[in-house]
């Protein structure tokens, strides 16, 4: 999927996760747990860094739903600086690793969200279905609760 479908689909993906989330899927054994809170938090990071107001107070999964109720409540204004960093072949941002372009941090949360969506389907189609919890992931090796 292009750049403008992940974008399009940006609102659509959170919810998915969300609504998975909410369900009860049980995330931990996947990187999820860890990654998606940090994932939230770049991207408001790279949307401040285009003039939105994220303020984030909650840790772990929570963040999600607490990202997404400052979206919904700023949706427009929030759609408006995405098109313009999407649109913007020079800003740079600072990160840890040096300075990134604004745009491509922007793009790989949005391609994240999208893939976290269609993992999150999967893992509800497999619960669905009564397939045992897989601990299988090369980030949990040897994390295995041992009997």
């Known amino acids: ?25 049980d ?3 996947t990187p999820l747990e860890v990654s998606l809170p940090l994932e939230v938090y770049v991207l408001c990071e790279v949307l401040n860094a285009g003039g939105a107001q994220y303020r984030l107070t909650t840790d772990g999964l929570a963040r999600l739903a607490e990202f997404e109720q400052q979206y ?7 759609e408006a600086i995405m098109r313009r ?14 300075r990134v372009l604004t745009k491509e941090m922007l793009i790989r949360r949005l391609e994240y969200f999208n893939e976290t969506a269609r993992l999150v389907n999967v893992m509800r189609t497999q619960q669905a279905l009564g397939s045992p919890v897989q601990y299988k992931h090369p980030h949990l090796q040897g994390l295995a609760v041992k009997k």
């Open 1 to 25: 999927m292009e750049v403008p479908g992940y974008y399009q689909q940006f609102e659509r993906n959170v919810e998915i996760t969300l609504d998975a989330l909410r369900a009860g899927l």
């Open 27 to 29: 995330v931990r054994t």
């Open 72 to 78: 919904m409540q700023h949706e427009s204004e929030t």
């Open 85 to 98: 960093i999407l649109e913007d072949k020079k800003s740079f941002m600072r990160t840890p690793e040096g």
